[in-house]
């Protein structure tokens, strides 16, 4: 077999073998053969099987569920067990209670006692709105110093005192001073000899107690 091709006004002649034609041929045939082997092979395969949405509700309901699930043994986790609790359990309630009351206020120290009265003939008397009774030292409070003070005081014809002696000291420096220092601020009744005024002398007891 030859092949002819015209170029430029001459012609060329090509020369095909004839053993080539026959291995073309056997070539063509072999793969032939093998697609009609593989064609129907895949026939018989899952490849071209319906899907499995286009099922019919009877295969649809041949299948089988899975198992429930075991039951949790005992012990098997380390959450505490849940439990119930007690019917006769009393609820917690509400109790109101009244706020405690106010710290009472600290007592006033007790004023020293009001000298005692005499006899007005013979004796100078302290008038009653003219005589008050000595403060507590603020320092002997805070000490808590206590005691008994005895004054002595020569009252002159005036009513006026003119001397202050302290007969018992109460071991507390300020509560002697305290109870000077206020008989010489007082004002007496002066004693009296055939009713005509005379100089005379009287003592007074303080009693300091704080409370």
């Known amino acids: 077999m030859s092949a002819s091709r015209s170029t430029s006004g001459k012609n060329i002649t090509f020369h095909l073998p004839r053993r080539s034609l026959v291995i073309a041929a056997i070539a063509f045939g072999v793969g032939l053969l093998l697609f009609l082997v593989v064609w129907l092979s895949s026939r018989n395969n899952d490849f071209y099987k319906a899907d499995p949405a286009a099922q019919t509700p009877a295969q ?7 198992p429930e699930p075991l039951a949790a043994a005992a012990g098997s986790s380390d959450m505490p067990d849940a439990k119930a609790p007690p019917v006769n359990e009393e609820k917690p309630q509400l109790v109101e209670t009244a706020p405690p009351p106010p710290p009472a206020a600290p007592a006033a120290p007790a004023a020293p006692a009001a000298p005692t009265a005499m006899a007005p003939s013979d004796r100078p008397q302290p ?17 808590g110093d206590r005691g008994t003070v005895v004054v002595r005081v020569d009252v002159d014809a005036t009513g006026y005192p003119s001397a202050v002696t302290l007969i018992q000291r109460s071991g507390s420096r300020d509560l002697d001073r305290a109870a000077s220092d206020a008989v010489r601020r007082w004002r007496f009744q002066p004693a009296q000899s055939n009713g005509v005024p005379v100089p005379g002398s009287l003592e007074v007891p303080f009693d300091f107690t704080p409370q």
Do not use: F, G, K
């Open 60 to 66: 649809v309901a041949e299948v089988v569920p899975l």
């Open 127 to 143: 008038i009653a709105d003219q005589s008050p009774p000595p403060s507590y030292p603020p320092a002997a409070l805070r000490r």
